[in-house]
């Protein structure tokens, strides 16, 4: 392998340098010839000059038409259009390298254009729950079905309070490829909090039934959520306001796929490790295909099996890849677990740092 900045056999400089010496051998050939045949020196000249010329412009035209495409690429790329590519990649010259580094630019640059797009619905979907629970409960208050007692200002606080935890989380998702996102793991009991989200779930499902809902989070008010936690006095180590994104999410997407008066089942169990958990999310719905498993925690995916078939909730297949990325965050395990019935969605969180002895 050539040295970096060393001469390479394809490089630019050594194509220049060959052309003078081809340049050179062909006059002094020339002149040569013309000598032993005594051939005038002005046709020796014209022939030379003439040779030369196609020599170079063969050579030129093979340097600058890569540049031409390149200057077209980088002109499309400047304008936002980050699908075209440089065919001269595979080129072993310093135009190869910068066809690769063009390439890897607008590879780049495609890619932080998904993650702005997909910053932007991360941030309409999970917006979306506390805006309509707060909604909710003003225009009760200015229909006059609810009276603005301190138990519906402390609703409305409440939905407030979550609103901005989740403006101030998004945030951070902006800054997840960069390493830089918080996590705030504390230990705190189980049974107390996953009774807290669950409770919190209903309230806010009771506050959006009456409302049109086009913002693909359930209004079904038929499913019954059930919580088992074994032992009662279980205690995890974790982030409580990461986690409520993994559980919430998880109860929204197995209520939404869930049969007439079905259960969605919450378990807790200890996990391993101190302190660690395992969360499983059960509905009694259709189920996943084993075929989809590897794609259900994807951006934008909604699956294309019998749990979406005819269903039109105008999801953005968001919830369980935010899932995924909170459980992650904790360095734990997110995926489907085999089910008899439904789909079982299994969270193992690792719990408590362990140190080296």
Partial sequence: MWASGGLRPFSVKAKLGTLVVVSVFIT???VVVALKTATELRFITVFSIIATLLLTQFVAHSLTAPLDEMNTVARSISEGDYTRRVRGAGRHDELGDLAVTINRMADELAAQ??????????VSHELRTPIAGLRAV????????????????????????????LVETLLDLSRLDNGVVPLKALRFEVWPYLSGVLKEANMSVSQRAGLASDSGSHT?????????????????????????QVVANLIDNAVKH???????????????????????????????????????FERFNRG??????????????????????????????????????????RVSLPGEPRTQS
Avoid at 220 to 236: C, I, N, Q
């Fill in 28 to 30: 002094t050939g020339l």
């Fill in 113 to 122: 254009d998904v993650q702005r797009k997909e910053l932007v619905a991360n």
């Fill in 138 to 165: 003003l225009e009760n208050v200015v229909d006059g079905v609810m009276r603005p007692d301190a138990e519906t200002m402390r609703t409305a606080l409440k939905q407030t309070e979550r609103l901005g935890r």
């Fill in 220 to 244: 079904r008010t038929d499913v019954h959520l059930h919580l088992d936690v074994s032992p009662p006095e279980l205690t995890a180590h974790a982030d409580p306001e990461r986690l409520h």
């Fill in 258 to 296: 869930s049969p007439p008066h079905g259960r969605v089942t919450v378990r807790a169990r200890r996990g391993a490790y101190p302190q660690s958990l395992v969360l499983e999310v059960q509905d009694e719905g259709p189920g996943i295909p084993r075929s989809e498993w590897h794609r259900v």
């Fill in 304 to 345: 294309d099996g019998p749990r979406t078939k005819g269903k039109g909730d105008g999801g953005t297949g968001l919830g369980l890849a935010i899932a995924r990325w909170a459980v992650d965050l904790h360095g734990g395990r997110i995926a489907v677990a085999e089910s008899e019935r439904g789909c079982r969605i």
